[in-house]
């Protein structure tokens, strides 16, 4: 579970960049302008590490064509213009709030559609990352949510979160790929759904130097880190395990903001300590694995080697017509071999 909770930790925290850094690119060019730059510069780097790292059959992936590029255009372009759309319209609550209700959404869907077990376990621990994100972004005032005031930008990140999910769901289809051979053909797909559409939208570069920079943290970390890691992370575990992470964006938004010079409140403190408390129960890291017991627990069958039936009986007992040459897998000796200990 360790190998799968650091890349699922590694996946929000890049995230939680892209909403900060974002929100300042979006202040200088459109939405399908920064999602087109983002893929185009992404797809060149993933497909260079692809090739380093994976080798791959290009042409037997080719072939899983349609799954990819139906993984494209629901997870590489349909959830980031939705998001990046919804973003230009709602504040950075609403749009963090809703975002809270994508672990839920993945599990209710795991559980109907792949008929993954639900326990205790994300009973009890998905509501506890909710809970935990509320008091991180309402900074303790969870009867402000009572007033909180809708508007069309939430519904689009609303859809951005439905998206996500299925997105999700459907990566599990792809899991015999190369992480990074899906993820670089998926961003190819990305641009190529994209490039249709840029005549009619425009294409805008960002004029200053920090917008610049801006777009191209988005294209390494956001863009190549978070999916190499989230899709690395999501072939270990089930669906609804590794959604109980996204819950950490929150958090992380939270702590870049006081690296930014943002003050961070004590009801921060604590709703972030619940959202990490919710993760751990519910993805069940540091659990005890039920199959990890003692020697003295283990079924009747397995038995050390002296407690053998009797008539595994050691070579020198076997009959004498069965002893014509020695076994290639047992060692040749010049002694016979000791006899087994019985007094037990």
Not at 202 to 214: C, I, K, N, V, Y
Not at 286 to 294: I, K
Not at 308 to 317: F, Q, T, V
């Amino acid at each position: 579970m360790l190998r799968a909770a650091i890349p699922l930790t590694l996946a929000p925290l890049f995230w939680a960049g892209n909403m900060v850094v974002g929100k300042l690119v979006l202040a200088e060019i459109d939405p399908v302008s920064l999602t087109f730059w983002r893929w185009l510069l992404a797809a060149g780097l993933l497909l260079g590490i692809a090739q380093l790292t994976e080798r791959p059959d290009w042409r037997a992936v080719l072939r899983r064509w349609p799954l990819l590029l139906a993984l494209a255009a629901i997870g590489m372009v349909g959830y980031v213009l939705l998001l990046y759309f919804g973003l230009s319209v709602t504040s950075p609550l609403n749009a963090a709030l809703i975002n809270a209700a994508n672990p839920a959404l993945i599990t209710l869907l795991a559980v109907l559609v792949l008929r993954e077990p639900f326990g205790w376990r994300k009973a009890v621990g998905i509501p506890l990352g909710v809970l935990g994100v509320a008091v991180v972004l309402t900074d303790g005032a969870l009867l402000s949510l009572v007033t909180l005031q809708l508007n069309e930008g939430d519904l689009l990140v609303l859809l951005a979160v439905v998206a996500w999910s299925f997105y999700t769901l459907l990566g599990r289809r792809a899991r015999d790929i190369p992480p990074i051979t899906s993820t670089a053909v998926q961003a190819v797909f990305a641009v190529l759904l994209l490039a249709p559409v840029v005549p009619f939208t425009g294409l805008e570069w960002p004029p200053s130097a920090g917008g610049t920079w801006g777009l191209l943290f988005i294209a390494v970390f956001p863009s190549v880190g978070a999916y190499l890691c989230f899709n690395a992370g999501m072939r270990r575990v089930p669906a609804s395990t590794g959604a109980i992470f996204l819950n950490l964006l929150a958090v992380f938004t939270a702590l870049i903001g006081l690296a930014l010079g943002q003050p961070i409140t004590a009801p921060q403190i604590v709703g972030g300590a619940i959202v990490i408390g919710g993760v751990l129960l519910a993805s069940g890291v540091g659990a005890r694995r039920a199959d990890a017991r003692p020697a003295d627990a283990r079924p009747a069958d397995a038995r050390p080697a002296d407690a053998r039936p009797a008539d595994a009986r050691p070579a020198d007992a076997r009959p004498a017509d069965a002893r014509r040459a020695p076994s290639p897998d047992l060692p040749v000796s010049g002694s016979a071999p000791e006899e087994p200990d019985r007094r037990s």
